[in-house]
């Protein structure tokens, strides 16, 4: 049996592998099998993690993670979760060839996923023209005109990576004032190929086989409006995954899984959690971490006052 299992490859899941090995707990660490090491895989330029004055780039922050974890003990398994059975002593996680390992402790750091519009025609058009990924899929709009919805540090960075391939990339934001960062906001409007529509929402989005336009609806006056574009970039938000574990860990309102105070303590013993799936406010990449640190710690902590409650009893067999 393991001593413990960390399910999630990002910067949560990593560093609480590092703070596991370095205690000796040998951790098994599941990253998925499409998509190991976490959002920052999509991300170019990470400006804001300590340590690196000039920037990193965020898959190159993610190999290094890993290496780290890896040098200590960790083993890194690339295998899709699929099941969980949490509630006793012993935690069995079952991956997607129906194989069971058991552990007793879990830290669960998942994430979180990008969220959707939720209109009609986003899921037909996804990789024909919509996108959630700049990274990923930006190279595709040579010279062509692209949106980018929202208005948060995730918008800006997109379109300004996007203004690298676009002819034109048009933000629409539903507000007049932008959530982003300061730095942030300043070098989109710095940019002269992103250009902004405020107080506006997606409300259609066109193509056939590919993305050719929107409606806008104006959510102060409520006239729609029509823009032609070639792509749409979606950047307003991620929603924590949890999927895994409805039902079995408490979860708060919004959707994030339930800790007790500033612990990584779930609703049940033995299972921690940590990064964006416990983090409604922050999601960066240096407060997941900070938060995988705790998990570590508080699975150690949970190891530990098993095995001195254990240890009276051994003592008492040897010496029968
Ligand atoms: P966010 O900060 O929650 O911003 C989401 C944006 O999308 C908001 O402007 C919001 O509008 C808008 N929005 C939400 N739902 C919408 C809907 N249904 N239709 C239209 N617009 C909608 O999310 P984020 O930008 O992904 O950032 C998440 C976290 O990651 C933040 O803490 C951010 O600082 C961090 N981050 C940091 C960096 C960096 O430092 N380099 C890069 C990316 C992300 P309202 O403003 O009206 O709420």
Redesign the pocket.
């Known amino acids: 049996m393991q001593q413990i299992i960390i399910i999630g490859s990002g910067p949560a899941g990593f560093t609480a592998a590092i703070y596991a090995a370095r205690a000796g707990l040998e951790p098994l660490l599941f990253a998925s099998s499409v998509e190991p090491g976490g959002e920052l895989m999509n ?1 170019t330029d ?3 993690f300590p340590g690196f004055p000039e920037g990193i780039q965020g898959p190159e922050l993610m190999e290094k993670m890993q290496a780290q974890a890896e040098r200590f003990g960790t083993k890194v398994a690339y295998d899709d979760v699929t099941a969980l059975d949490l509630a006793g002593d012993v935690k069995r996680v079952t991956t997607a060839d129906g194989t069971v390992t058991e552990a007793r402790a879990v830290i669960f750091a998942t994430g979180s996923a990008y ?1 959707k ?2 209109l009609p025609d986003e899921d037909r058009l996804a990789g024909h023209g919509v996108s959630w990924c700049a990274t990923c899929d930006g190279f595709f709009f040579k010279d062509k005109n692209i949106a980018v ?7 800006m ?1 997109e379109a300004t990576f996007l203004t690298r391939f676009a002819k034109k990339v048009t933000v629409i ?3 007049e004032g ?4 300061k730095i ?1 906001q300043q070098r989109a409007f710095d940019n002269e190929k992103i250009e902004f529509v405020w107080n506006s ?1 997606v409300s259609g989005i066109s193509g056939d086989d590919s993305v050719t336009g929107l409606t806008l609806t104006d959510t102060v006056t409520g006239e729609t409006s029509t823009l032609d574009i070639d792509g749409l970039f979606i ?4 929603d924590p995954r949890t999927q895994l574990i409805h039902g079995v860990l408490d979860l708060n309102s919004d959707g994030t899984v339930w800790v007790d105070g500033r612990t990584s303590k779930t609703s049940l013993p033995g299972v921690f959690a940590a990064g964006d799936v416990i983090d409604p406010s ?3 990449a240096i407060t997941a971490a900070g938060s995988g640190t705790a998990a570590a710690l508080d699975a150690e902590h949970y190891l530990a006052a098993l095995d001195d409650v254990a240890a009276p009893e051994t003592v008492g067999a040897a010496a029968e």
């Open positions: 991300t990470v400006e804001n969220r519009l939720g919805i929202g208005g948060g540090d995730s918008a960075e934001h539903r507000r932008l959530k982003a960062s942030m929402t950047a307003i938000g991620n922050y999601r960066q």
